[in-house]
């Protein structure tokens, strides 16, 4: 991906002469717009909305105005290198597709068009736990593409087991593990629009398609999915967990553990006692506890106390490369990105995902340029001056 940014800018600009007119956007605010207009207020607001008043999702935002970019001159940045490791797997950039449940209300494709959008680019895909279609199936639309999955950690334990073991077999590299969903908040716009698609059916591919969920039903989930959809209500959030339980998911899985939604120092300091593999800075893009700390707000703090011990990734709040930019000097080693790829995937499924993600690494490879830096390893606060001091 060398000079990534010049090449998709001059793809753009070169059908100047005879430029397309149904051409997807490139501004991000438009975007959404055009997901506005496709979707009905179900769905839309169910991707869109947050918390209580969404006092968290403008943090999220706000949280990047504090920084600002210094760039340095004269650096020779011609040929750039945007790759990163992660638990000794290279990735062609420091971009991964956040996960997100229940695509298929977004678009008919769902899932399995994010994953073969994110697996032409490179880009790992973060399957999540409530996928519309089952992790076997995105796994064979991504062939060898990077992919991890996300865990709901379920009231069952051995749905959760059987989790871990179909997603290593499913070749799956790494396990994250979403935290701060032990139930769903009070969002206003779904309690507004009487909108939970679970209850229909949407986002339970993984759990209808699960030997250990079904084994615990009467009847199969084709022949009575209401009791199916029912059990799942009562099994899918678990607030009785305890930083001891970690140790369950050890002795189900071999691959790299990371967990999400971590937020405070203390807790960061808890998982590298409790020997997880990484730290993913997050608050469920605002859509869990109104009035929280903005992500990237968080970050510097959780990237102290960890003090490089296992890699800290964020999201929450990404919207341009400049963000991306200033995470990854603020001792992020990768960014997950979500709302904008949602987006995508409603003006215009695989190809708009596609397109979200390719403008963003475009982006944020020229901005990297033009700050001073050719590397993702260049990048440390000297490059940014934080406004509130």
């Not at 992790?135 to 593409?145: F, L, T």
């Not at 908040?185 to 009487?194: P, T």
């Not at 699960?210 to 059990?231: G, N, R, V, W, Y």
Request: charged fraction near 25%; glycine fraction near 8%; aromatic fraction near 8%.
């Amino acid at each position: 991906m060398t000079n990534f940014g010049n090449q998709v800018q001059f793809n753009v600009y070169q059908t100047m002469p005879s430029p397309d007119p149904d051409r997807l956007p490139i501004v991000y605010e438009e975007w959404e717009e055009l997901a506005r207009e496709v979707l009905e207020e179900g769905p839309y607001y169910y991707v869109a909305g947050g918390a209580g008043g969404e006092h968290t999702m403008k943090a999220n935002l706000t949280a990047f105005d504090r920084w600002k970019i210094i760039p340095r001159m004269l650096r020779n940045v011609e040929t750039r290198d945007l790759t990163i490791e992660l638990f000794g797997k290279t990735y062609n950039s420091p971009v991964m597709m956040a996960p997100i449940g229940v695509q298929s209300i977004i678009h008919p494709q769902g899932d399995l068009a994010s994953a073969k959008a994110s697996a032409a680019l490179g880009v790992p895909f973060i399957a999540s736990s409530a996928s519309s279609a089952p992790m076997e199936q995105i796994a064979d639309e991504m062939g060898d593409a990077p992919r991890w999955f996300q865990l709901y950690w379920n009231r069952d334990p051995d749905v959760t087991a059987s989790f871990l073991k179909r997603a290593e077999a499913s070749g799956y590299s790494a396990i994250v593990v979403t935290l701060d969903t032990p139930m769903m908040a009070w969002r206003e716009y779904d309690l507004k629009n009487v909108y939970l698609p679970f209850l229909v059916g949407e986002g339970v591919g993984n759990y209808l398609t699960d030997p250990a969920f079904c084994s615990k039903l009467s009847k199969s989930p084709k022949e009575d999915p209401t009791e199916a959809i029912m059990h799942w209500t009562k099994t899918f959030g678990n607030p009785t967990l305890t930083w001891e339980d970690l140790s369950f998911l050890r002795k189900h899985t071999n691959l790299p553990i990371l967990l999400k939604g971590i937020l405070h120092p203390e807790d960061a300091k808890l998982a590298i006692e409790h020997e997880v593999d990484g730290i993913i800075v997050s608050n469920h893009g605002g859509r869990q506890v109104d009035g929280a700390i903005g992500a990237l707000e968080a970050l510097p703090q959780i990237c102290e106390a960890v003090d490089r011990r296992v890699p800290v990734l964020m999201d929450s709040g990404i919207r341009r490369g400049a963000d991306i930019v200033k995470a990854l000097a603020l001792g992020a080693e990768a960014v997950l990105v979500g709302r904008p790829c949602m987006y995508g995937l409603a003006v215009a499924g695989e190809r708009g995902v596609r397109e979200v993600l390719q403008n963003m690494m475009a982006d944020m490879d020229l901005t990297l340029a033009l700050s001073g830096a050719k590397s993702i390893r260049e990048l440390d606060r000297s490059v940014l001056s934080d406004m509130k001091r």
